[in-house]
């Protein structure tokens, strides 16, 4: 991030050290008296060093802006009401890159004083009193046009729309204001925009009338109380599609789409209802805000859960009627269920400070899931926990992991607070732990209770704690705070002596070879099921309180239903035995899905502990892809992520074959074409096999080679869900002509989701040349870096283009991390940190993003957690050599 100071308007004050503002033009009027001579000896205070003082606080903004969507800038003004807490001369409000023409408090001409980046003051003559002050500002905003933060402007054509992105501190890059969560209050804006443009709020419109100069003013209604970074608006030549009404308080629902696009909202249309509806019967009360809009954003990124107009990227929302796939209304759905959870989880309650991110978004992950299987129970979306725990399990093996709850003490710490594996993941992992726990009926009273007690207000990890144990006793609090204040997950190991079924200590779970010095035991819940042949049994306990059992069970399934958020030892043999339908262990204990999952996901927790040899895992794989739930076969992979594109050539090729061998009967048989009869979930293997074989299988692959073509020719021959396949496919051994084509269709592409996967495909070439042309793009102004970087992405992962790749980030990497926001260039940054396995590879980018990632707000957690897998995948992949080579001699040629 560029550190942009505050640009005053006004000169700046030439002498001493204190950077002071001279009064603001034009004068003041003359029969106010003259400032007392005492005031000019006091040294202007000091801007706050992060968090505004308290001192002055807000009741409510008139916020007006005039805003033409293809200017550089936006001019405003602000009227703040405000409380005076404790008797002070300085207002200080967060402000960024803003113009401040002029303030008044009180209604009194005030000073501006510069206050770094975040910051401006303003400057009462004498002390102001406690009590109501009226707070006024003249600024004017920059419109960016790169970056999607603050106000931004895109084009789609010709025509340029504005939107807006705050969260988590961009809200002082368009107005001054009391820029933290727990400064709750209503806004009404006036925007005056061009007399042709829609201009939509939180708020619904009140009023509108003509203004010269081919303008209009739209004024909105008073909104529900907000904190800063909920505040938006699109201002644009857009579309407004009603949609009826929907749920029990009769919402209206509008989609706020760019031009021409109506027929593309068939799918979003149909579920947007349902989804209001599902949360108003979770939560057993009313949609909270008045009416519902659906603004459609440029991009994915732009996803946001703004009050009443609720952002929602056009790759998910914009499906035509030939893409309309159970993928793309997945996608959709779900995010819904996400953004308009956070109605009440965010926007509704909303976290008091930074440090209790998850209560927004670990709820909100956990939420989505169940409001999805809520409007489309055949889905099974709530087996997707296991995949979510997975993820989080890999970060929060790294030292440099950090607990949910965390203090934030400066701009870095409220962006890292974002940390997806852990604060999204793991956080809504242990939520459904918790759930799990104390069963759904009661959970979802408590959810009610805690909703209510803190209605239109803030609420903090004390809090939300603090309810849970009032209402649901100590062990589900207890574990709530338990993973939430500490890094890390423990490692279960139930063992079973003379009928007692006990657990070890458990400790921390960490890779083979990594020690955390501050590891001491845990206490956390741990349900179990157990038998024999005939019987199953289910317990909970703790590691203190064994099990009384009759006799020894002949297996265990230490995960019951797989919600547990820990590590367990598990037996190969027993897992085995989950995927073999004959075993007596199938008949009797009946495996669920998730159960199935998490099984395997302990193995690679086992491998990765050194407990047990990848060669024992991968057998596993031709039981797993056979089982008659075909969701179970993108986890045959057993080993997931493990760097095959690592080993020798010779390995290489023999886990090229062993893969083919594996999973070449299936894809074939399955083919590229859905058949009429096919289910969805025969389609859905079909995707997973295509995606794994498509380009190694020869007959695969020679068929993608010419539905490539044909779908670049007319975007017909292959379905919407297997485009990304072909490409792929047809991409990683093309030639210049294919590269060409590819190029011209991602330079004139039919919208941004074809946009970005045209894009993907032009990171899969391997001819040397190709690839470097493909990474330069990330480089060409003709596209968007943040579309554009996932070229590097795919190539620094792959076998034939890693080495050059990386060669490329590190000549470009500034001007690469130029083009992205910080979050962005955090994410980027972190990635290619994870992106070594080999301690060569490691030096070179530990050089490149050391320094950098201090520069980035976000980046330093990700980057430390990245260098650290890194070092594990080395370590791995030393130490399964041997077992690979053993497992892999039939293939070896
Ligand atoms: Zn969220």
Redesign the pocket.
Known sequence: MSRLALLLATTVAGCGAAPVAAPPSPPPPPHRAPPPPAVAATPDPAPPAFRLPGDVVPTRYHLELAIRPDDDHASGKVRIDANVVHATRAVWLNARGLKVHSASLGGAPARVLLGGDDHVGLLARTELPTGPLAIDVDFEAPIDHGKSRGIYSEHEGKDAYVYTFFEPIDARRAFPCFDEPSYKVPWQLVLDVPRGDVARANAPIASEHDLPDGMKRVEFAESKPLPSYLVAFVVGPFEVIDDGTAGRAHTPIAFIIPKGRADELAYAKEITPKVVAALEDYFDMDYPYGKLDVAVVPRYWGTM?HPGIVAMGQPLTLIRADQRTRQREQSYANILA??LS?YWFGDYVTMAWWDDTWL??AL??WSDLNITEAVAPAWHYRDEQVSLAMWAMGPDQTLAAEPIHRAVTNNQGIEASFDNGITYAKGSSILRAAESLVGRDRWREFIRSYVRAHAWGNASKQDFVGELRAKLGNQAADLIETYVSRPGLPLVDVKCTNGTLAIDEPHRALPAGVVDPNDRAWSVPVCMRFGDDKHAERACTTPTEPIHVKACPTWIIPNADGVGYYRSVVDPKTVAALFDPRSGVAKAAKPTATEKMMAIADLRGMIDRGALEIDVALALAPAILADADPSLASWSGVAGGFRYDMLDDRLYRASEAWFTNVYGKTARSLGWHRAKTDTDDRHKLRQSMMWRLGRRDPKLSAEADKLALRWLADRTGIDDDLVGSVLYAAASHGDAALFDKLLAAAKAPRDRAEGGRLLGALGQFTDPKLAHRAAELTLSPDFDARESIRIVYGQLNARETRDATLAFITEHIDALLARMRDDEAAGFLGFLAGSACDPARKAAIVTLVDERSKRYDGAKNYVAQGLEQSDQCIAELAREHPALERFLARYAK
């Open positions: 859960e996400h953004e956070h927004n978004e909100g992950e």
